[in-house]
């Protein structure tokens, strides 16, 4: 359970805050009083959530930083005497880790580790969360949902990145026991509105619809566990209030995924995103088999959020697409995405659902 009366005045850095998980979650926290400074490049797309819902508006610092550069991230972390670090920095999609692998590893594993071993040598900070993905487990294609100590693996760059970035936290973990705690979250495929990514589904289809042509589906039938963006980062946030507070069993790995049997086949969303979106928007499967591996079957247990830190989803997965698609038409329809932003997030808040969830 996350008491969201704990982040006013807190110090909290974020990496990465300028994609769309980061800027989601910098949102939250000045919404509730945070000091957030953010270190990151430029935002990846254009347009970006950061831009659209003008994020730098509630930041303490907006830092422009590489996480590949050792030195210069090191002075910018230690600068923010952070109380509470949040990982996202990365490079995000697995298309891009196949085109540009050694970039893909500079970033997610030398970057992961740049970031912790500058953190790490702060006093104020205790509390670390490195955000990983659900793609970090080595992928059998089998039914059941991985949990966290199933054997790590990935077949592409960008998951066996992340996966090495588990590998990274562990070790630094374990090798300095008297500074922050750190924790790895390791979250499903999130969606919700303001990501414009390439050979991301949503960003694909809200491209497609709005252009009045179908989306064309490249794994139709791979199963993900779907959920919107502020379900993980509601448990990021339990997570790092656990930390701040001495739980030393808290610093280890964590699922945040859907309710058991919330995941769903990929044509399955698009096609549910199109009813939703409406003005005839439609799904069609792509004329060639893709050339490049993507698992089949990926599902999460998350049970250990749910049973240590009273965690569980907010928002079902029908719930989610009207939302995102809600968020998607109100910025096709040239409404002030700031407002209606903050407007999902108080709506999120304050879901019947999510009293479980919050105290404030």
Request: overall charge negative; charged content about 25%.
């Amino acid at each position: 359970m996350a008491n969201l009366g704990f982040w006013a005045g807190r110090r909290v850095l974020i990496t990465g805050h300028t994609g769309f998980k980061g800027s989601w979650l910098a949102l939250w926290l000045a919404r509730h009083g945070a000091a957030v400074t953010g270190i990151a490049l430029d935002p990846p797309t254009k347009p970006s959530l950061f831009e659209l819902a003008r994020v730098h508006e509630g930041l303490e610092s907006d830092l422009r930083v590489d996480i590949r550069e050792a030195g210069a991230l090191r002075s910018a972390v230690e600068a923010t005497e952070a109380d509470v670090v949040f990982h996202l920095a990365a490079q995000p999609l697995v298309a891009e880790g196949y085109d540009r692998p050694a970039d893909t590893f500079a970033t997610n594993v030398m970057g992961t580790v740049h970031l912790l071993d500058a953190a790490t040598q702060v006093p104020a900070t205790r509390a670390i969360v490195v955000v990983t993905t659900d793609k970090v487990y080595e992928n059998r294609e089998w039914p059941h949902p991985y949990r966290e100590p199933d054997q790590l693996g990935g077949r592409d760059p960008y998951a066996s990145s992340k996966a090495c970035a588990e590998l990274v936290t562990s070790s630094l973990r374990a090798c300095r026991p008297g500074a922050a705690r750190i924790a790895t979250a390791r979250a499903g495929n999130v969606i919700g509105g303001g990501d414009f990514a390439r050979d991301r589904l949503v960003p694909d289809c809200v491209r497609a619809f709005a252009a009045g042509t179908p989306v064309s589906l490249r794994y139709p039938g791979a199963i993900r566990p779907f959920q919107h963006v502020l379900d993980p980062l509601s448990g990021y946030l339990a997570l790092a209030e656990r930390l701040f507070a001495g739980d030393d069993g808290a610093a280890e790995a964590w699922n945040f995924g859907p309710e058991p049997g919330g995941e769903a086949p990929v044509a399955a969303l698009a096609r549910r995103f199109a009813a939703v979106w409406g003005e005839d928007a439609s799904v069609e499967l792509a004329d060639t088999p893709p050339e490049r591996h993507e698992a089949g079957i990926l599902r999460l247990d998350s049970t250990k959020a749910r049973t240590a830190l009273g965690w569980r989803p907010v928002w079902d997965f029908e719930e989610t697409l009207r939302h995102t698609a809600e968020w998607y038409r109100d910025w096709h329809q040239g409404a002030d995405m700031a407002e209606r932003t903050a407007e999902q997030i108080a709506r999120y808040e304050t879901d019947d659902a999510a009293l479980h969830n919050f105290t404030h």
